[in-house]
């Protein structure tokens, strides 16, 4: 048999367990918005790097810059994904 003060008592420690759930996710989403944004940066200085070697080798310089761009690309897809961690991460949501 419960009592109300033991009713009480698992109510506070569900809402605790709940917002400690929500902070870790917090922390989650601000480290993944991190992540994103260093793997953009990262892709960017591929796709520079590539467009350099592109303009030394005219042999490979299509498939270079074709690289570049996909590095570009995928850098941009980073970009939003960081932003929406980066909303998450503010808003929990």
């Given at each position: 048999?419960?009592?109300?003060?033991?009713?009480?008592?698992d109510r506070e420690d569900l809402l605790a367990s709940v917002a400690a759930a929500r902070e870790h996710g917090r922390r989650l989403a601000a480290r993944i918005n991190r992540l994103c944004g260093e793997i953009a940066r990262t892709e960017d200085r591929v796709a520079a790097q590539r467009e350099?070697?592109?303009?030394t080798r005219?042999?490979?310089?299509?498939e270079l810059r074709r690289s570049a761009e996909d590095?570009?690309?995928f850098a941009e897809h980073e970009r939003r994904e960081q932003q929406r961690w980066n909303y998450t991460a503010q808003n929990g949501d």
């Open positions: 048999m419960t009592t109300a003060g033991d009713e009480r008592g350099r070697i592109a303009a005219p042999d490979r310089a299509r590095a570009r690309s």
